[in-house]
């Protein structure tokens, strides 16, 4: 079972504790780089303040205790109507705010091995950049998503890049050949925000939509592929 990643917080945004950080001394503006890799990778950006903006969203919270001692847990966005169905379903357990709201819904069944839970809560909005990397025989993956980020700057590696902006502003995502192989594509997808930007190379695709919270829905704005700067 893999161990949670854990974050620090390094120029206002939460990044994972592992990764290469350096602070750079623009004309006297401090940029933030943070490496994704060791082939080239990086994202850079100013200093990082957290929307004040509050977006309500549903969640399903899924808890499994196996028998064999390991526990599995995970929450996963629904629309407002699943959410609606958990609360009138007449098996749940309901749990209340103090002035009688409905908090959430819960299901515990077989002896408490498992629980499923339903409930609103508000979008995470704090700047935060997410690294994985998938292993290949030949070329890895650079899993990078960056959430609620503003003015930053996503560099490719000279591996294969998946790359996503969610909820976030005036970014520059760069997978140009200048910075890419003949052998790989990269894949970057933009999803909510405004005025961004992506540099694409041979054979990328590029990809700009919305995410609905309340319906749980995404809507495809564009699709581009190959050589080009694409913009929001």
Same mark, same amino acid.
């Given at each position: ?5 854990? %974050? ?23 940029? !933030?780089?943070?490496?994704? +890799? &060791? ?5 850079? !950006?100013?200093? @990082?303040?957290? &929307? ?15 028998? $064999? ?7 996963? %966005? ?9 609360? $009138? +379903? ?6 209340? %705010?103090?002035?009688?709201?409905i908090l959430s819904a819960s299901f515990w069944t077989?002896?408490?091995?498992? $629980?499923?839970? !339903? !409930?609103?809560?508000?979008?995470? $909005? ?8 998938d292993s290949g025989m030949i070329y890895d993956t ?41 052998f790989v594509s990269d894949n970057v997808k933009v999803?909510?925000? @405004? ?6 190379? &041979?054979? &990328? @695709? ?6 609905? %919270? ?19």
């Amino acid at each position: 079972m893999a161990e949670p990643v854990k %974050y620090v917080s390094f120029g206002g945004a939460q990044v994972p504790e592992g990764t290469r950080r350096k602070v750079i001394d623009r004309s006297g503006q401090k940029i !933030y780089c943070v490496w994704t +890799d &060791d082939k080239g990778g990086k994202v850079t !950006y100013p200093e @990082q303040h957290t &929307d004040k903006t509050q977006q309500r969203c549903y969640i399903r919270s899924e808890l499994r205790r196996h028998t $064999n001692g390991n526990i599995y847990f995970r929450e996963t %966005y629904i629309s407002k109507g699943l959410y609606e169905e958990a609360l $009138n +379903d007449s098996k749940a357990s309901l749990s209340y %705010y103090s002035n009688g709201e409905i908090l959430s819904a819960s299901f515990w069944t077989k002896g408490h091995l498992y $629980n499923d839970s !339903y !409930y609103q809560s508000t979008v995470n $909005n704090t700047p935060t950049i997410d690294i994985s990397t998938d292993s290949g025989m030949i070329y890895d993956t650079q899993n990078v998503t960056l959430s609620n980020m503003r003015g930053a700057t996503v560099t490719g590696s000279t591996d294969e890049d998946n790359i996503t902006l969610m909820n976030s502003s005036n970014c520059t995502v760069d997978v140009s050949n200048a910075n890419n192989n003949i052998f790989v594509s990269d894949n970057v997808k933009v999803v909510n925000g @405004q005025g961004n930007k992506v540099k694409a190379g &041979d054979h &990328d @695709q590029v990809t700009f939509g919305t995410h609905n %919270y309340e319906t749980n829905t995404d809507t495809v704005k564009a699709n581009h592929k190959g050589e080009g700067t694409y913009r929001q």
